[in-house]
């Protein structure tokens, strides 16, 4: 079992085959969610399923399996993958790399004739990236129980598309939608391999990233109303400028994330709408997004006690009004601890050395978690680009974390197994 390794070249030439289908004029990729070329993508992996002999199925979320038995098929699943479809020009492996590690371990078992334990299923989740339709971790969500039919039910993109259609198109369905739900029952571990999109690996130069928790997000809108005067004859000391104050709370909330000392604290305003937007007028309103990423509640909620303690200063010396809306307060998603140490021990014994990190960015593994054992394994990203043309990977990082997969798989197969047949004795 030690000596099994993946294929790097095969792992490789299926990277670069699937990055050619929806590949733009700029070298991106355009393969959003039930696009021609996303079908066209899931009908590629579909075959190549099932020329490794495994059971494919669509289920009514369109989320794509590939099923391999076990020796014990009684036993539940452990079920690895990731989603296949992108941003709109985005790069070939966020997402589809971890699809594409998962058949080359499917191809790696077939060739040495080795059988597991518990049944093997890789997926491919629909619509993880955000999409037209509104609805991101859509397969993830939909096996976990958090997307129901009452959710997609009238839900259309700009182009007026229901995404009941789009769904029954690519081989999902509307009507049983609820039956895509997978119980904790029939899973016994959840493994994803992702890029990292961040420099935290390669500025360590470790190959192998070990996700403890995949970060929680709080977001909310905040409004700060002042007054509007005119621009020349309003002096200094007369102003209740709502862009000046605004502008205040958003160097204070970068100043709080970088004093946390949790480098995995993350603050960002990202949208800034000012009214009325004119040269000679003082603004009088002004909107902004606001978000808190952490791997914990805690992080979370200290950044923005401290936030609002700046907040608060900032109405009083600026004699401002602000009103406050919680758009989203998105829990962390801690990551299994046996999956968590079996992944490192199957490092160790490759001979690679393997780091512990948080996800900064969403993932199907947040759902997963929540009915099974999960785990997440990182790649390192090349300048930590991705979501464009230029991500990228380098090759023997890929390898690596193949091999981690290959062998992670393995070892959770002998865990698992104990401990099951420990409960029945």
């Avoid at 190549?48 to 494919?56: A, F, R, S, T, W």
């Avoid at 969500?141 to 129901?148: E, P």
């Avoid at 160790?348 to 054992?373: C, F, N, P, V, W």
Wanted: hydrophobic fraction near 40%; charge should be negative; proline fraction near 4%.
């Amino acid at each position: 079992m030690q000596s099994m390794k993946i294929n790097i070249q095969r792992l490789l030439s299926n990277i670069e085959v699937l990055g050619k289908i929806g590949l733009n004029k700029h070298g991106g990729l355009d393969r959003t969610t039930f696009t021609d070329a996303e079908l066209m993508a899931r009908e590629w992996l579909r075959q190549k399923l099932k020329g490794q002999q495994l059971e494919v199925r669509l289920d009514e979320a369109a989320n794509i399996w590939g099923r391999r038995p076990g020796k014990q098929n009684s036993l539940p699943v452990i079920t690895f993958g990731s989603h296949i479809d992108t941003v709109p020009n985005g790069g070939k492996y966020d997402g589809a790399l971890g699809v594409l590690m998962a058949l080359e371990v499917m191809e790696v078992l077939n060739e040495n004739n080795f059988t597991t334990e518990h049944p093997l299923e890789l997926v491919s989740f629909s619509a993880e990236e955000p999409n037209p339709f509104g609805l991101s971790t859509f397969g993830s969500r939909a096996i976990t129980g958090k997307l129901m039919s009452q959710d997609v039910q009238g839900v259309k993109n700009p182009d007026g598309l229901l995404v009941t259609d789009a769904l029954a198109k690519a081989g999902g369905n509307p009507d049983t939608f609820d039956n895509a739900v997978r119980t904790p029952e029939e899973l016994a571990a959840f493994l994803e391999v992702h890029i990292e999109q961040g420099k935290r690996l390669l500025t360590r130069n470790i190959p192998v990233g070990v996700v403890t928790a995949i970060t929680g997000i709080y977001r909310e809108v905040v409004t700060v109303h002042g007054e509007a005067n005119h621009a020349g004859t309003t002096l200094m000391n007369d102003r209740k400028d709502a862009l000046t104050a605004a502008s205040e709370l958003i160097l204070a909330l970068e100043s709080v994330c970088r004093a946390h000392p949790a480098e995995e604290v993350v603050g960002t305003i990202g949208r800034i709408v000012v009214q009325p937007n004119a040269a000679n007028i003082i603004p009088k309103q002004v909107q902004l997004s606001l978000e808190i990423r952490g791997k914990t509640n805690k992080e979370i909620k200290e950044v923005l006690a401290q936030w609002e303690k700046e907040l608060e200063s900032i109405i009083f010396t600026r004699d401002v009004q602000v009103d406050r809306k919680v758009m989203l307060d998105q829990a962390p998603s801690p990551m299994d601890e046996t999956v968590m140490e079996t992944i490192e021990e199957a490092s160790q014994q490759l001979g690679y050395e393997s780091y512990r990190l948080g996800s900064m960015a969403g993932h199907d593994a947040t759902h997963m978690a929540t009915i099974t054992k999960s785990g997440m394994i990182f790649v390192p990203s090349i300048d930590g680009i991705s979501h464009c043309p230029e991500e990228e990977s380098r090759v023997e990082d890929i390898e690596k974390v193949a091999n981690v997969l290959l062998h992670s798989i393995l070892s959770l197969d002998k865990k698992l197994t104990k401990g099951e047949e420990t409960l029945k004795q």
